[in-house]
C-alpha cells in the first residue's frame, strides 16, 4: 500500500529556535496536508496543500508542496512552548508515522 | 458548531465481549473515516465511506472488525470477539468532500481489553 515516510521521529529544541520536518512517499499524492495532535486529542489540521509546487503559510508554520507530487516539508518559525505535540504528514488521507516535538523554555 | 462526537471515550473490556464504537459526524459532512492509532503502527486507516457506501475496507484487519453507516449522520465500529491486539484510540473523522483529504477528527475512543 502507499507508505509515507516522515522525518524525524522526534525533536528537542529550545523555545526561539526554528523547526523543519518532512516527508516522503513513492506514491503520487493529489493533497499534502499537516496536523498537530495534543495529548488526548485528535489530530487537527495546520495546513492543506493542493498544487505541485505550492508553498502556503499559517502564521509560523509554512508548507510546501513537493514538485514531484511525492514530498512535503513543515517549517515551524520561531517556536514556543505550546507547539508541542506530534505533526503528521498525510498524503490525502494517508498518515505519516508522526513528529514528536518536544520544546524547552 | 458541534464537531465529530465519538462514544464510548474509555471502554475497558474482557477478551471475547463485542465492542461498538460510535461516531457522529459534522452536519453536511459525507465522507467519514475510521482510523487506529497505536504506538507500533501509527494512524492506521481502516475504512472509508462516501455517501454511506463503503470506498476501501481494505485496512480492516480482519473479519472480526465490521463497520456500518446506517444514515448520514452516523457510524458504527464493531469489534466481535475483541482481542488484547485490538486495544488501541480508535478515530472517527469526516470531511466535506471525498478526496479533499480535509479531516475533522473526533476526540477518540481509547479501547483496552484485557
Known amino acids: 500500500g502507499q507508505q509515507l515516510n516522515q522525518s524525524p521521529q522526534s525533536m528537542f529544541i529550545q523555545e526561539g529556535e526554528d523547526v523543519s520536518m518532512n516527508c516522503t512517499s513513492s506514491?503520487?499524492?493529489?493533497?499534502w496536508l499537516w496536523y498537530k495532535q495534543d495529548p488526548g486529542e485528535g489530530p487537527v489540521l495546520l495546513i492543506a496543500?493542493?498544487?505541485?509546487?505550492e508553498l502556503t503559510s499559517n502564521g509560523r508554520l509554512t508548507a510546501q508542496f513537493g514538485i514531484t507530487r511525492k514530498d512535503s516539508f513543515l517549517n515551524i518559525s520561531a517556536s514556543i512552548p505550546s507547539d508541542v505535540g506530534i505533526y503528521f504528514c498525510?498524503?490525502?488521507?494517508?498518515f505519516g508515522a508522526g513528529t514528536r516535538l518536544t520544546v524547552k523554555p | 458548531d458541534a464537531g465529530v462526537i465519538q462514544s464510548p471515550r474509555h471502554e475497558v473490556t474482557e477478551m471475547g465481549q463485542e465492542v461498538t464504537l460510535r461516531c457522529k459526524l459534522i452536519?453536511?459532512?459525507?465522507?467519514l473515516f475510521w482510523y487506529r492509532q497505536t504506538m507500533m503502527r501509527g494512524l492506521e486507516l481502516l475504512i472509508y465511506?462516501?455517501?454511506?457506501?463503503?470506498i476501501d475496507d481494505s485496512g480492516m484487519p480482519e473479519d472480526r472488525f465490521s463497520a456500518k453507516m446506517p444514515n448520514a449522520s452516523f457510524s458504527t465500529l464493531k469489534i466481535q470477539p475483541s482481542e488484547p491486539r485490538d486495544s488501541a484510540v480508535y478515530f472517527c473523522?469526516?470531511?466535506?468532500?471525498w478526496g479533499t483529504g480535509e479531516l475533522f477528527f473526533g476526540e477518540g475512543s481509547r479501547l483496552t481489553v484485557l
Open positions: 473523522a469526516s470531511s466535506i468532500h
Open positions: 506514491s503520487i499524492f493529489n493533497t
Open positions: 496543500l493542493y498544487k505541485a509546487g
Open positions: 498525510a498524503g490525502q488521507e494517508r
Open positions: 452536519s453536511g459532512h459525507n465522507s
Open positions: 465511506f462516501n455517501n454511506n457506501v463503503p
